[in-house]
């Protein structure tokens, strides 16, 4: 085994400590990763404080991880020591299942098994997330970085990224099309740069009227205060896909209506509290859906569809003892738009 360490919380109501653990011996397939960069999603949050239900302790977060590879498996041909890496969500997947066969290893029907919080094939060992100096991950749930000189604003595109890119090219955003972005954090800062490369006509709807001018610099074409009964009043039927990743208690209906005949809802943000639909808008044959991060092969287009439009993340770029001040903040809405942690604080705390 190979001796890692970490920030981690022992509970839902602990704050991130160091934390000492254990990694595998690399296998055959398997890449050893020094850990450099790792940003901090709402999704950390959400499961360090338990509320999804779902969470398993000591807890080490972290989806976004941006790295160096150390060590190769004998079998290992994607990649060599030295190279530029990422992680995201997940690190392993049953590979045979029909989704598996189809590139949806997030959609695995045996579960996928995700960065932290989720449980190996063995069934016994949790896996541990980004918030540390090392990793160890079979090749096939490697991605390949180019070289950037922006490696810390590349970590947020692993989930961040990834989580909106899917969507919009499910939908078939493109030239013109309306996209509706509600809520400007880290996935919707994101969202408006990929809707932008896309050609799309991109309206951000936010609470917080502060974040107006920067909505514009990131691309978008208008910003919609959702708490301005009038404005919202003006868009309604306005909109092919509206994308929501608001990460607390909210009304989604007054969304629903924005929507034209047959346009569609996609619900990425994932609230501890869900919110009711009221039928009488669907009734309009509008669709609501979700989308959940994914597919390895995706997710490699979307890091060099990024790649090639300059696209990386807006960071607040902070040393590992900040991370709590950080989540609070970040909580508050108070973050533009993407926290990472420059991993080489872990060393010297
Ligand atoms: N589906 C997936 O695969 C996936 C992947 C990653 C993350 N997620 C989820 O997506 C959500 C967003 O993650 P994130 O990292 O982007 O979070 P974030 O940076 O905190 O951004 C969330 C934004 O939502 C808005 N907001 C927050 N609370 C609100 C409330 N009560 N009412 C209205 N608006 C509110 C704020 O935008 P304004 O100030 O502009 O209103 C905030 O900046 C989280 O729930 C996360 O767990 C899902
Ligand atoms: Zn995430
Ligand atoms: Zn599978």
Redesign the pocket.
């Known amino acids: 085994m190979i001796k890692a360490h970490g920030y981690a919380v022992q509970s839902s109501t602990s704050n991130l400590q160091l934390f000492s653990f254990e990694r595998r011996d690399p296998k055959e397939q398997d890449v050893l990763i020094q850990i450099l960069f790792c940003g901090i999603?709402?999704?950390d949050i959400?499961q360090a404080r338990n509320e999804w239900g779902i969470s398993l302790y000591p807890m080490v977060p972290g989806h976004e991880i941006v790295g160096r590879v150390l060590q190769v498996g004998s079998k290992v041909k994607k990649f060599k020591v030295n190279d530029l890496v990422g992680v995201g969500c997940m690190v392993d997947s049953c590979r045979v299942c029909f989704s598996c066969r189809h590139d949806l290893q997030q959609f695995c029907e045996q579960g996928a098994t995700l960065t932290y919080n989720s449980y190996e094939k063995d069934g016994k060992t949790v896996t541990m997330g980004g918030y540390s100096n090392l990793i160890v991950v079979n090749e096939d749930f490697v991605l390949k970085i180019s070289a950037t000189n922006n490696l810390a604003g590349t970590a947020p595109l692993l989930?961040?990224g990834i989580?909106t890119y899917s969507p919009l090219r499910h939908w078939k955003v493109g030239k013109g099309t309306k996209v509706g972005i509600v809520?400007?954090?880290?996935?919707?800062h994101m969202a408006i740069k990929i809707a932008q490369a896309l050609q799309a006509n991109v309206t951000v709807f936010?609470?917080?009227i502060k974040?107006r001018e920067d909505a514009l610099r990131l691309g978008a074409n208008q910003v919609v205060l959702s708490t301005d009964t009038s404005a919202m009043e003006k868009q309604v039927k306005n909109f092919d896909l509206i994308l929501d990743?608001?990460?607390?208690?909210?009304d989604i209906n007054q969304y629903l209506s924005l929507l034209k005949t047959d346009g569609t809802m996609v619900m990425?943000?994932?609230?501890e509290k869900h919110p009711t639909i009221n039928l009488w808008q669907l009734l309009g044959r509008r669709n609501i859906s979700?989308?959940?991060?994914g597919g390895i092969a995706e997710t490699q287009e979307m890091l060099d569809f990024c790649a090639k439009h300059n696209i990386t993340a807006d960071i607040e770029l902070i040393p590992i003892a900040k991370v709590n001040e950080a989540c609070a903040r970040?909580v508050k809405?108070d973050?533009k738009?993407r926290f990472v942690i420059d991993m080489s604080s872990l060393a010297t705390g």
Not at 268 to 271: A, F, I, N, S
């Open positions: 999603c709402h999704s959400h989930c961040a989580t809520g400007l954090g880290g996935l919707g936010t609470t917080s974040k990743t608001v990460s607390g208690d909210h990425v943000g994932l609230p979700g989308s959940f991060i970040l809405g973050v738009y």
